[in-house]
């Protein structure tokens, strides 16, 4: 339990009592791959637009959001290598420690089940190290994978459920939030 999250266990406990439902209702959860967080930051991102939606409706809601903890890694050195910005970089990890803190996104660290699962899926399906990570998440926690790398979810397709710019609409954005964009 303790490796699942970077919160103390008394207050993941209480945590967990609180977002399970939504007015009685199952919340809906998501893992999130770097892409759609580094799209969310870099305002010249082809998927800017979408990538702020997707995270203002996932980390705004009441929804459960996994990430790896490999994400904020690769997230900030995603934004440096781009913008050049060091600054930007910083701030981008600052806020995903954020909305780690406060529970709406919940890390999840590499352990050696998960390690050797996300070996299995690299060797299986052809994708990098990192993003056999990610797809372990989902796998694990079966739910689906939230990713602007088209040909990476069309990888992992037959594993785990993947939501993409084709098909955000219909999954996570309410027809009138994606057409206001």
């Known amino acids: 339990m303790a490796e699942e999250s970077v919160f103390r266990r008394s207050y993941q406990k209480r945590a967990r009592k609180v977002t399970r439902s939504r007015n009685g209702q199952m919340l809906d959860s998501y893992v999130l791959d770097s892409s759609v967080l580094v799209a969310s ?18 980390l705004g809601s009441a929804d459960i959001v996994y990430a790896s903890a490999i994400v904020p890694v690769e997230v900030c050195a995603a934004v440096a290598r781009r913008t050049k910005d060091q600054v930007t970089a910083r701030e981008a990890g600052k806020q995903i420690a954020k ?6 996104l919940h890390i999840l660290y590499l352990n050696e089940t998960r390690m050797r699962r996300a070996q299995e899926i690299g060797i299986k399906y ?11 998440i989902a796998e694990e ?4 994978l939230v990713t602007f790398d088209q040909s990476f979810a069309e990888r992992i397709a037959p594993l785990v459920k993947t939501i993409t710019q084709d098909n955000l609409a219909e999954e996570i954005i309410p027809l009138e939030e994606s057409d206001s964009s």
């Not at 909305?99 to 709406?104: D, E, F, K, L, N």
């Open 41 to 58: 930051l870099i305002p010249s991102d082809k998927y800017y637009n979408s990538g702020t939606i997707v995270v203002k409706r996932l």
């Open 99 to 104: 909305w780690a803190s406060v529970g709406r």
């Open 126 to 136: 052809y994708v990098r190290g990192m993003d056999a990570i990610i797809v372990q």
């Open 141 to 144: 926690k079966k739910i689906p």
